[in-house]
């Protein structure tokens, strides 16, 4: 069994820094894509970064030049640094992985359970 477990959120004013955390667990073979998407009250799920160990992340068009992500693959662990917070960046923060287990064939898309973030005006 695989598990995305996220950390880090919480209440902040804005224009502060916020940082997440997702570690993946589990009987992990490989890990392909590594990502953080949102969901606030009445919309949709947006992507806000996400990305390959090789390649660049994709970044949603509202935190580019705020948030960065980064990753420990030792770790299987994924960062969101987020910085110049708004209010409009409140929302539900889920991570996201594909995955391939020792006994799969393919990669499988994961999410973790969400973490609140909630900033203040």
């Known amino acids: 069994q695989v598990q995305l477990v996220e950390s880090g959120g919480g209440l902040v004013q804005a224009g502060g820094s916020m940082r997440l955390s997702c570690a993946a667990s589990?009987?992990?073979?490989?890990?392909?894509?590594m990502g953080w998407y949102r969901q606030a009250p009445g919309k949709q799920r947006e992507l806000v970064a996400s990305?390959?160990?090789?390649?660049?992340?994709a970044y949603g068009d509202s935190v580019k030049g705020r948030f960065t992500i980064s990753r420990d693959n030792a770790k299987n662990t994924v960062y969101l640094q987020m910085n110049s917070l708004k209010p409009d960046d409140t929302a539900v923060y889920f991570c996201?992985?594909?995955?391939?287990?020792?006994?799969?064939?393919?990669?499988?898309?994961?999410w973790g359970q969400g973490t609140q973030v909630t900033v203040s005006s």
């Open positions: 996201n992985a594909q995955i391939m287990k020792y006994c799969d064939t393919r990669y499988y898309n994961y």
């Open positions: 589990g009987n992990i073979f490989s890990i392909n894509t």
């Open positions: 990305g390959t160990s090789r390649s660049s992340a």
